[in-house]
Nanobody, 128 residues
Framework: QVQLVESGGGLVQAGGSLRLACAAS????????MGWFRQGPGKEREFVAA????????DYADSVSGRFTISGDNAKDTVYLQVNSLKPEDTAVYYC?????????????????????WGQGTQVTVSS
């Protein structure tokens, strides 16, 4: 089992920044990738960014590319999401996820079905 705890959400003005963190515990050695997803009010959950632990490669949704940066600290079993130039449409609950199954092919960790464990989420609210 893997447990995930997110932190760093909050209320920020448009154009501002936050740093989200997701700390994993339990059988962390089994994690191949960690990702961030978000669900805005009245919207479906959507992919934001993914980080592969073995080589540090990343994937981003087009809507956040250039504004958000995902990074990982394997020694701390923690993944971070630096969110800059925030927009009101970035308002959402941000969820961290961990995948313990190897996924072949570029970009396959953008699919939520590749993840096995999920955190409780952290709220990000961007005011205009």
């Amino acid at each position: 089992q893997v447990q995930l705890v997110e932190s760093g959400g909050g209320l920020v003005q448009a154009g501002g920044s936050l740093r989200l963190a997701c700390a994993a515990s339990g059988r962390t050695f089994s994690i191949y990738a960690m990702g961030w997803f978000r669900q805005g009010p009245g919207k479906e959950r959507e992919f934001v960014a993914a980080f592969r632990r073995n080589d540090g490669s990343t994937d981003y949704a087009d809507s956040v590319s250039g504004r958000f940066t995902i990074s990982g600290d394997n020694a701390k079993d923690t993944v971070y999401l630096q969110v800059n130039s925030l927009k009101p449409e970035d308002t959402a609950v941000y969820y961290c996820a961990a995948g313990v199954r190897w996924c072949y092919g570029n970009g396959c960790y953008v699919d939520s079905r590749q993840y096995d464990y999920w955190g409780q989420g952290t709220q990000v609210t961007v005011s205009s």
